[in-house]
């Protein structure tokens, strides 16, 4: 039998006619006429709003996208897509852009940068308790709505400028979730592009797959124009603190975290807290669910192991918490947004260290990471365990693999001015190496909201998704076989 000869051939052309763009320039024309035929919203190349849209939170990682398009639409969102994978364009969606390794900007150059911040509308459904957010809306502004529209909220991370998309597609954890668990656990419903550009809606009853994986593994899956979330009722009283801790030496450091991690397994579900390591001071820092006396008695048995004396106890309500935890920031961000740092941070999870290992971690960062000058830190954030919101739901319900272990860490360290140099990866990487040296790998896992960009995709993946990945990369398969939602380290199809 004859092989059928492709429809390119008998027109008489040389090759196909998308192949023919193969060149980047020809390849972001024919992309730019795509999107200006489908009236797609486009930044222009050098106008200000690109500046602003092609700049990653971590300006240590940079890149050039081949486009950026400021859709305000679902449909252009759809059409934007299509014009991708027409042309072989990597895509990814941008929310708060906060990504540690500028996932946002897809992680390398030439992606198509679809920028959602200009759909942040959030609506909340008083009556129901369930909130329509737009999938371009910043944490903060989140909050300020949730709170104006009906005095509700869902639990999050702490940044105003952070992302929803980002943050909620990958777990989301911050000053509540031990008491009311990750932001993906709020998660009731998303309406998603997928990378054939249909628009397809998601619950626990409707395209439940999907559903499955956005929770954990949303950026590879495709772009979320909207998110339902449930909400709860905020509480009245709240308390906000940091317990200062003076560990001069190795010996009583080592007494400090071992009291602080035997503490985190029995602690009282409504007590957040983290241990925050900096080069010059330590804190117990967290919110309590409860009033000042309430966290005082929480506390008590901690404060005696560890010497702790109360540096801020402050009572108040849900915004009060909202603004401390946001560092001074005004809490409803949007566009424009220009806020950046420069620097390099990985994570790990983990369960309770054993005696050896707590030695091996104590002891690099009394002999190596605090002689050193540089400006990191790591903390530690008392993240499962049986008192835990986050540990309640069963590890199989969502693609977020690692709700069980423990403690939950960012290494981070950054450079006020110039660039990261090229010499200080190693000083976070060793940190996170000397604490797992002797783990088996079941026994430790990394937080896909806090990237390590060092780590090659095959390793990243099962850092990331552990024991789900086979599911991912199968779900993946049928909602994106071509890899369009790519990035270095996205699920790749099975
Ligand atoms: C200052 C700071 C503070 C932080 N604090 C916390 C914290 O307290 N707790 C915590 O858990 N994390 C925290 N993080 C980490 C944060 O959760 C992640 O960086 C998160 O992924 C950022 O989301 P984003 O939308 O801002 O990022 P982006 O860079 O825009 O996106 C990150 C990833 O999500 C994808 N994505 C974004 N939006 C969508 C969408 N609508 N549809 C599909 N995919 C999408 C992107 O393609 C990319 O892969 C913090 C980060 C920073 C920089
Ligand atoms: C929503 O509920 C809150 C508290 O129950 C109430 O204060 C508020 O007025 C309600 N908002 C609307 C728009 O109905
Ligand atoms: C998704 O759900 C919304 C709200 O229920 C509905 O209006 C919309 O038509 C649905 N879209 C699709 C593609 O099913
Ligand atoms: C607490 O203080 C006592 C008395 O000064 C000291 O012996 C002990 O080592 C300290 N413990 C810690 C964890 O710092
Ligand atoms: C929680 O864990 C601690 C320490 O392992 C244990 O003592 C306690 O009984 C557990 N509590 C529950 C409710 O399982
Ligand atoms: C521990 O840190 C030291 C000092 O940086 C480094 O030389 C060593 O390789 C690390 N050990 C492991 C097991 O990673
Ligand atoms: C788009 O992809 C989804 C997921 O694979 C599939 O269910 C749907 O039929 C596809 N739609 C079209 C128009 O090809």
Redesign the pocket.
């Known amino acids: 039998m004859l092989p059928v000869a492709p429809l390119f051939a008998l027109l008489g052309l040389a090759v196909a006619p998308d192949a023919a763009v193969g060149s980047p320039f020809d390849k972001a024309d024919a992309l730019a006429d795509c999107l200006s035929k489908r009236s797609v919203p486009t930044d222009g190349l050098g106008s200000n709003d690109w500046k602003l849209d092609a700049a990653p939170f971590n300006l240590q990682l940079n890149y050039t996208p081949i486009s950026i398009v400021v859709p305000t639409t679902a449909k252009h969102v759809q059409d934007a897509v299509a014009c991708a994978a027409k042309f072989g364009v990597k895509a990814n969606a941008k929310c708060g852009g906060h990504s540690y390794a500028s996932f946002g900007l897809g992680g390398e150059d030439g992606h198509l940068t679809i920028e959602m911040d200009r759909m942040n509308k959030v609506t909340l459904d008083n009556s129901t308790g369930i909130a329509v957010i737009e999938g371009g809306s910043r944490l903060g502004h989140v909050a300020s709505e949730l709170y104006n529209q009906g005095k509700r909220a869902f639990s999050h991370g702490t940044c105003p400028g952070v992302g929803v998309g980002g943050h909620a597609l990958h777990g989301g954890y911050g000053v509540s979730s031990h008491t009311k668990g990750l932001a993906l656990d709020w998660m009731v419903g998303a309406t998603v592009v997928l990378a054939n550009s249909t628009l397809v809606n998601c619950s626990a009853t409707e395209n439940p797959d999907l559903f499955w994986a956005l929770r954990g593994a949303g950026g590879s899956m495709g772009v979320v124009t909207s998110f339902q979330f449930n909400t709860f009722k905020v509480p009245d009283t709240l308390t906000f603190f940091a317990l200062a801790v003076q560990w001069p030496t190795q010996e009583r450091a080592l007494v400090g975290v071992q009291a602080v991690q035997d503490f985190a397994q029995t602690m009282p579900s409504e007590l957040n807290m983290r241990l925050m390591i900096t080069k010059s001071f330590v804190n117990l820092e967290g919110l309590y669910y409860g009033d000042k006396a309430g966290l005082q008695a929480a506390l008590a048995p901690l404060t005696a192991k560890t010497n702790g004396t109360m540096a801020l106890i402050q009572q108040g309500g849900w915004l009060d918490q909202v603004k401390h935890f946001g560092n001074g920031m005004a809490l409803d961000q949007g566009h424009p947004y220009d806020y950046h740092e420069t620097f390099y941070s990985s994570s790990l999870y983990t369960n309770a260290l054993n005696a050896a290992q707590m030695k ?1 971690f104590v002891n ?1 960062w009394f ?2 990471a605090k002689p050193n000058k540089r400006d990191w830190y790591v903390q530690i954030d008392l993240h499962g365990g049986n008192t835990s919101a986050v540990s309640v739901p069963a590890t199989d319900s969502t693609s977020y693999m690692h709700r069980d272990f423990l403690l939950m860490y960012s290494f981070y360290d950054r450079v006020d001015k110039g660039a990261y140099p090229a010499d200080g990866f ?2 976070m ?6 604490i ?2 002797s783990m088996a790998d079941s026994d430790w896992g990394m937080y896909v909201n806090y990237p390590d960009p060092k780590m090659g995709q095959k390793t990243a993946q099962v850092n990331y998704w552990g024991t789900h990945l086979p599911r991912l990369q199968s779900i993946k398969k049928a909602v994106d076989p071509t890899d369009v939602f790519h990035y270095p380290q996205g699920v790749v199809p099975a």
């Open positions: 091996s690099y002999q190596n190693a000083l990487q060793n940190f996170v190496s000397n797992t040296s």
